[in-house]
């Protein structure tokens, strides 16, 4: 499976953005998808999933109420729709895909290359 992210840029804080991540696999409706985003310095953190079907998201508790996941089998894609973003959001953030339960736990066979959202104050 080849992940391409897109959307990435600078935002102020308060404003809007959205990720996506385009697959290239035909079975891409059986994989379930994640987010996660790295920040300089810091560990690579999970930031949400979402199951093959869409029904089951969950999402950090550092990005919840403001960060919603969604997924386009038609398109094979997979979206990140970022609110009222803050300066601590700042990072590549990367797209996954694997089982729900190993994004779930943090881990991935197939990554994106990323794309960095920096948010200014």
């Known amino acids: 499976v080849q992940l391409q992210a897109s959307g990435g840029g600078l935002v102020q804080a308060g404003g809007s953005l959205r990720l996506s991540c385009a697959a290239s696999?035909?079975?891409?409706?059986?994989?379930?998808m994640g987010w996660f985003r790295q920040a300089p310095g810091k560990e690579r953190e999970f930031v949400g999933a979402i199951n093959w079907n869409g029904a089951t998201t969950p999402i950090s508790d550092s990005v919840k109420g403001r960060f919603t996941i969604s997924r386009d089998t038609a398109k094979n894609s997979v979206y990140l729709q970022m609110s009222n973003v803050k300066p601590e959001d700042t990072a590549v953030y990367y797209c996954a895909a694997d089982t729900f339960g190993r994004i779930v736990g943090g881990s991935a066979s197939f990554w994106g290359q990323g794309t960095q959202v920096t948010v200014s104050s």
């Open positions: 696999a035909r079975s891409f409706s059986l994989y379930a």
